[in-house]
């Protein structure tokens, strides 16, 4: 795993929307895996910066990680709804290749489509992935099968108190989304994670450090072969090797 230990979230963000604009600017049929969440909305804001100064999505593919299971795309809390507002409504893509699992169908037709669509479609040239507090990717919380494809998955306590934030009092939050699986996302090509924050920092060195283990599903990406985790000083202080990997930063060649 790459690991790049960024001074400031800021930097991390840039990395991250550099990644792919440089991708989608070398490919521009590129399969995105896109990802919602606090920490990926500068990310959006970076992409539409770059997409104003003349990148264009025209001819990509995206393939949203999840969606809440009894919302549909127009509810204000959902991640087609999140999308639209900070990257799809901005930018040029084609409605016609854009997909977010669909949480208001039956779950497990909806779970069948969607990774019947990935098949035909994939696999992803770039999975983009946040970092729950609980390791999770995607929403493959905690006992998540490393094996799993895209299915109806129960969210934790702490999954919900997290994301509780974005519910107004009057709302129900959804006790349970549709995630791709673990081995949806190992499917893909390459692999970008972006954790910030000091919320973050023992995740993050369970996901790079730890066992590979169903208690931290992102420590599944170990058995990856391209993957780059990026993190900011805070979500990046536990990690042991952290001089080793300064110093293989500096050595690191791309090959893109
Ligand atoms: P966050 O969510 O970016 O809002 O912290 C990340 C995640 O839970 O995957």
Redesign the pocket.
């Given at each position: 795993m790459r690991i790049v230990l960024c001074n400031s979230p800021e930097e991390a963000v840039s990395f991250t929307v550099n990644r792919i604009a440089r991708l989608v600017a070398r490919k521009p049929e590129a399969v995105l895996g896109l990802?919602t969440?606090?920490?990926?909305e500068p990310v959006y804001t970076g992409l539409v910066a770059a997409h104003r100064e003349g990148l264009s999505f025209a001819k990509a593919t995206s393939f949203n990680l999840d969606e809440y299971v009894g919302l549909t795309p127009n509810h204000p809390q959902s991640y087609r709804y999140y999308m639209e507002q900070h990257l799809f409504g901005q930018v040029d893509m084609d409605p016609s290749r854009i997909f977010v699992p669909r949480g208001d169908l039956d779950p497990l037709e909806a779970a069948e489509a969607y990774e019947s669509e990935i098949r035909s479609r994939g696999p992803m040239d770039l999975q983009l992935?946040?970092?729950?507090h609980n390791g999770?990717?995607?929403f493959n919380e905690p006992g998540s099968s490393l094996a799993s494809r895209t299915r109806d998955k129960a969210l934790t306590m702490s999954?919900r108190e997290?994301?509780a934030r974005y519910f107004g009092p009057d709302e129900t939050q959804p006790i349970s989304a549709l995630t791709m699986g673990i081995a949806t996302i190992m499917d893909a090509k390459e692999i970008l994670i972006l954790a910030v924050g000091a919320a973050?920092a023992a995740a993050v060195r369970a996901v790079a450090e730890g066992p590979v283990t169903t208690m931290c599903p992102g420590s599944a990406l170990q058995f990856h072969q391209n993957v780059t985790m990026v993190v900011d000083e805070d979500a990046g202080a536990g990690l042991v090797l952290k001089s080793y990997y300064r110093e293989a930063e500096t050595m690191h060649v791309d090959r893109d």
């Open positions: 990802a969440g606090g920490t990926m992935l946040g970092l729950g999770h990717i995607g999954t997290a994301n973050k």
